[in-house]
């Protein structure tokens, strides 16, 4: 059985380019992602702080 070298043409500029903006987008949306997973995180900290000071301050 013989084996033959696959030889991966070379990527044009304009195919650079849009494997670079797809990068890009996906990186923003990744950040944009995680962002909202901190802001959520954030405001259920706040949450369940406030409802544990107010049962502290009942008792």
Do not use: G
Not at 13 to 42: C, I, P, Y
Not at 50 to 57: F, P, W
Request: charged fraction near 45%; aromatic fraction near 6%; avoid cysteine.
């Amino acid at each position: 059985m013989t084996y033959e070298k696959r030889v991966k043409p070379a990527a044009s500029s304009v195919e650079r380019e849009a494997r670079r903006e797809k990068q890009r987008v996906e990186a923003r949306q990744a950040l944009e992602e995680r962002r909202r997973a901190e802001a959520a995180f954030r405001a259920n900290y706040a949450r369940l702080k406030a409802e544990r000071l107010a049962r502290e301050a009942k008792a």
